[in-house]
């Protein structure tokens, strides 16, 4: 049951991050490879390329994925960090998409690699909480989502899927504290939690 649960919410909030963060232009930061400006217009070409590039795999990316084509969008985001290896949001979609793959260890990989390169990126540290909750290590679980939620403290994301880890945990107070500030935001979850944890 908890499993079951858990993995409709990676669907549920890993698709709108592997799109959202995909179209932010500022995660594709471009560096020289060398210092000599002698050729500034090479220079300037060469960076209009990369981006001319950068952005036709974030295209097909995003085709890929509104196709229900994952592995295709997949290897686009793998090109993408090709060119641009330390690249933290496109380790996070890719872990996105393998999330809604169901392929839980290779999705792990991609996140810790997202946080050590920045570990107060947020709809990392989400998914992180996600796939430690699936894989049943709910201490590791929570820690990512409080870490989460004390970068973002109305996360919608964030507040939803520490209010169902405690939930399944049996930790219905702490459960009920999430649900309700859920609902204080006029969230649907957040009612729904409560009318859950009514009989609990």
């Not at 217009?41 to 795999?57: A, C, G, P």
């Not at 979609?93 to 920045?118: K, T, V």
């Not at 590791?140 to 507040?159: D, F, I, M």
């Not at 209010?163 to 049996?170: D, I, K, M, R, S």
């Amino acid at each position: 049951m908890i499993r079951r649960r858990l993995l409709f919410l990676a669907i549920l909030i890993a698709v709108p991050l592997s799109l959202g963060q995909a179209a932010d232009p500022e995660s594709i930061p471009l560096s020289e490879e060398s210092l000599n400006f002698s050729e500034p217009i090479l220079d300037e070409q060469r960076n209009r390329d990369i981006e001319e590039q950068v952005t036709n795999l974030f295209y097909f990316a995003r085709n890929h994925e509104k196709s229900g084509n994952l592995p295709g969008a997949v290897e686009s985001y793998r090109k993408v960090l090709e060119i641009d290896p330390g690249n933290y949001r496109t380790m996070n979609n890719i872990a996105a998409l393998l999330i809604r793959m169901n392929l839980w260890e290779e999705s792990l990989g991609y996140l810790q690699s997202s946080i050590q390169l920045n570990d107060h990126y947020v709809p990392a540290l989400i998914n992180l909480g996600i796939v430690h909750a699936r894989n049943g290590n709910s201490s590791e679980a929570e820690r990512a989502l409080l870490k989460a939620l004390s970068l973002e403290e109305q996360n919608h994301s964030a507040l939803f899927n520490i209010a169902v880890l405690y939930e399944n945990e049996g930790s219905y107070d702490k459960a009920r504290g999430y649900y309700q500030k859920l609902q204080t935001l006029g969230e649907s979850e957040g009612i729904r939690g409560m009318k859950r944890l009514e009989s609990k």
